[in-house]
T-cell receptor, first 113, second 114 residues
Framework: AQSVTQLGSHVSVSEGALVLLRCNYS??????LFWYVQYPNQGLQLLLK??????LVKGINGFEAEFKKSETSFHLTKPSAHMSDAAEYFC???????????FGTGTRLLVSP | NAGVTQTPKFRILKIGQSMTLQCAQD?????MYWYRQDPGMGLKLIYY???????DKGEVPNGYNVSRSTTEDFPLRLELAAPSQTSVYFC?????????????FGPGTRLTVL
């Protein structure tokens, strides 16, 4: 069975600092990996996804994530945090032949001035 | 282009009452999903549909029913509301063309059962 672990339910950074949100997955077959963002009182929207090919994936709003098979990780980074990045971030996994996502428990990013 | 819409935004139910959460999409997507989001638990899949007339259970289907008579609509029915069904419910849709399709989410329905 597939699963996703997000380390840290809350991450606090200062504006301009590096953002690092951690995601580790468990899958018996090569997975597809996704990061979604949820702004307050809104639905989720896709930040980026890894399917095949290049392991460094760039998404919207300056975020990127790197698929590391040897570490079973797909951590999300952004070089410089902005106040508008404050939101909850979800890592999710699916696999070939299935369009069902398995979500992690989420990490709330807090950005202070 | 409205995307995925959900009604109502908020609802308070008494134990044992029933209600239907509405979901509609205008993107002609084949696949539709219902999730519930509980604090600290992420999203759990309740039911999904791969096309009109075809539905299947997800991870947490107990206490819920769905139907899909059209491509656009995918209502979720709660027959006998229980406090354990207090949650935020999200509907989503995807084209259904590839395993890597993006899912598009509605704004959610916040349900409280007292």
């Amino acid at each position: 069975a597939q699963s996703v672990t997000q380390l840290g339910s809350h991450v606090s950074v200062s504006e301009g600092a590096l953002v690092l949100l951690r995601c580790n997955y468990s899958s018996s077959v090569p997975p597809y990996l996704f990061w979604y963002v949820q702004y307050p009182n809104q639905g989720l929207q896709l930040l980026l996804k890894y399917t095949t090919g290049a392991t460094l994936v760039k998404g919207i709003n300056g975020f990127e994530a790197e698929f590391k098979k040897s570490e079973t990780s797909f951590h999300l980074t952004k070089p410089s945090a902005h106040m508008s990045d404050a939101a909850e971030y979800f890592c999710a996994v699916s696999k070939v032949g299935f369009q069902k996502l398995v979500f992690g428990t989420g990490t709330r990013l807090l950005v202070s001035p | 282009n409205a995307g995925v819409t959900q009604t109502p935004k908020f609802r308070i139910l008494k134990i044992g009452q029933s209600m239907t959460l509405q979901c509609a999409q205008d993107m002609n997507h084949n696949y539709m999903y219902w999730y519930r989001q509980d604090p600290g638990m992420g999203l759990k899949l309740i039911y999904y549909s791969v096309g009109a007339g075809i539905t299947d259970k997800g991870e947490v289907p107990n206490g819920y029913n769905v139907s899909r008579s059209t491509t656009e609509d995918f209502p979720l029915r709660l027959e006998l509301a229980a406090p354990s069904q207090t949650s935020v419910y999200f509907c989503a849709s995807s084209p259904g063309l590839a395993d890597t399709d993006t899912q598009y989410f509605g704004p959610g329905t916040r349900l409280t059962v007292l």
